[in-house]
């Protein structure tokens, strides 16, 4: 009985990969959720400061583009590997101006303000 469980799994999972819609695809809800996190790390924000978050896509090269803006209007993004499941290469656009009320210690975050 066991041997004819694994024959299943193995045939269904076979199936799966041969119409491109198995466990093994990359998890749009799990790249974006990890863009969140990173994008929140390397810009010192919290990651209820991202505003936004769209996946685009898989490329040609098979990588994987997920999109953001934080709440302040900076764009970024984050390409994943071709499982999806780690960031390889990271964008973002620095910040423009120099806002009236930033800290001193925020003043690093805009170029314009020297």
């Avoid at 806002?99 to 314009?112: G, H, I, L, N, W």
Wanted: proline letters at 4%; aromatic letters at 8%; one cysteine or more.
């Amino acid at each position: 009985m066991k041997l004819h469980l694994t024959i299943i799994a193995a045939a269904t999972l076979s199936l799966g990969l041969a119409t491109g819609s198995g466990a093994l695809a990359a998890d749009e809800a799990e790249m974006m959720t990890m863009c969140n996190s990173y994008a929140a790390h390397h810009l010192h924000l919290s990651t209820s400061d991202i505003a936004s978050l769209s996946y685009e896509g898989q490329r040609t090269d098979g990588t994987h583009a997920v999109n953001g803006e934080t709440s302040s209007g900076q764009p970024f993004q984050c390409s994943f590997n071709a499982a999806g499941t780690r960031v390889v290469s990271w964008y973002h656009q620095a910040p423009t101006g120099c806002p009236a009320d930033v800290s001193q210690a925020d003043r690093y975050k805009y170029p314009d303000c020297d």
